[in-house]
């Protein structure tokens, strides 16, 4: 038996219900940015497997630091205990981010960072005794799966079955010159009732990587800051050099109350998850009655492997050299831009740091259920490029390692699809 037809046999793969979706591709193997197949064939990761990869598949240096944890020790209860690679990762990542982030909570996903960020501020207002309990959020937002991170998500057709179930949220509209005092005039008419902003950082990524300028973010941030709105910065997908600058946060003058990190953070290695806050929001919890503690937590918070993977990453990250490619990447794709501004199948581009977003023309459905998404994905699968179209939304976000040839060919592909499909 084959592994597709192993896998067909036992396994429930995300979004591929459809009866018609495409087999899965069996990867063995990994090498900076190509995938490979039982076959031998080659794919560029032109997406980072989800957003997640930064270095490079299998990197040897976090391969290294990964082998030599799993032989000191593989995991410890985090409740009462502690070891000496969650407090480093801790205390070296807090350095990197805004100077009023004082705490490191740890989790296992990118979900479950935004669920206990949540948690933290209702929570933060009623140990205080306050009724501040509605959370307000940008229309398309994209925060997760679970429960609560749904709920602070866009209502979409991912939602739809579980919309009843979902707590109330005041959904905005991103800002721009032509709304931004509107929108800070809701926010100080809900302000008694706000517990907390929770937004993605310059770019919507599920949403079809739909970007907004810092300048606007910021000035929400303040009017926030001034009707004591706590901020989430749920920095997922755009945290550890997507936008150009470390975190997404960086772009802007006013720091968030909490900030939220996965994907990237193990280097794209392991399921991680981590929830930074200010000392403000910790000491709301800090207390002899029980009943203000936070109560969450997760059998592997903290994992020690998770941790070195995560430290082993950080070190790649700083390296000048990681710099560097994400200024070249940047600029490749400026660049690619311009030249294909004007074709005719291009309705727009957009772009934030190694985030480059094609809007194509297309007089078919643009959702993300669009058959020229499932077309165009193909097209590229059999060029060895993988490429996972948001509706008629295509973009590039490779994995920091990827060569100029590289780049050059995915370039190439695209281009040629402009004008076979």
């Known amino acids: 038996m084959s592994l597709v037809e192993r896998d067909l046999k036992v396994i429930w793969h995300p979004y591929t219900q459809m009866k018609t979706a495409l087999p899965p591709i069996p990867i063995v193997r990994g090498e900076g940015a190509c995938l490979y197949d039982e076959d031998g064939k080659c794919y560029i990761d032109a997406v980072s497997s989800w957003w997640v990869n930064i270095h490079g598949h299998a990197h040897p240096y976090i391969a ?47 979900s479950t960072a ?35 991170a749904m709920a602070v998500s866009g209502r979409s057709a991912f939602t739809a079955a579980f919309d009843s179930l979902l707590f109330e949220v005041e959904f905005i509209d991103l800002p721009d010159p032509s709304n931004i005092e509107n929108l800070k005039s809701q926010i100080s008419n809900l302000k008694s009732e706000l517990a907390c902003f929770i937004f993605e950082p310059l770019v919507q990524g599920a949403a079809g990587m739909l970007m907004y300028e810092a300048e606007y973010l910021d000035q929400l941030m303040s009017h926030c800051r001034k009707e004591e709105v706590l901020l989430i910065a749920d920095e997922v997908f755009t945290g550890f050099g997507r936008t150009g600058k470390p975190f997404a946060c960086d772009h802007v003058s006013t720091p968030p109350d909490i900030m939220c990190f996965s994907k990237g953070l193990t280097g794209g290695t392991m399921a991680f998850g981590l929830t930074t806050c200010t000392q403000q929001i910790f000491d709301a919890f800090l207390s002899d009655d029980r009943l203000k503690t936070l109560f969450h937590g997760h059998s592997y918070t903290a994992n020690p492997v998770a941790c070195s993977a995560g430290l082993a990453s950080l070190d790649l990250f700083l390296e000048p050299s990681t710099k560097e490619n994400i200024n070249r990447i940047a600029t490749g794709h400026r660049q690619f831009a311009l030249k294909i501004k004007d074709h005719p199948r291009i ?38 490029v993988i490429l996972r179209p948001l509706g008629n939304i295509v973009y590039i976000l490779p994995p920091y390692c990827i060569t100029d040839e590289q780049l050059s060919y995915i370039y190439s592909k695209i281009e040629s699809a402009l004008d076979e499909v």
Not at 353 to 377: H, K, N, P, V
């Open 64 to 110: 290294q630091k990964v082998a030599e944890q799993l032989i000191k020790l593989e995991h410890v209860i985090f409740a009462g205990f502690t070891h000496p690679t969650a407090i480093e990762l801790a205390e070296r990542l807090l350095n990197i981010l805004p100077s009023n982030q004082q705490k490191a909570f740890y989790s296992d996903n990118g």
């Open 347 to 384: 309705r727009t581009t957009r772009q934030t740091g190694t985030i480059l977003a094609m809007e194509w023309e297309t007089a078919s459905d643009t959702s993300y259920f669009s058959t020229l998404r499932d077309t165009l994905y193909k097209y590229f699968l059999d060029a060895g």
């Open 114 to 148: 935004v669920e206990v960020a949540i948690k933290m501020c209702l929570q933060y207002w009623h140990n205080q005794g306050k009724q501040r309990t509605k959370i307000l959020a940008f229309k398309n937002a994209y925060h997760g799966d679970t429960f609560g």
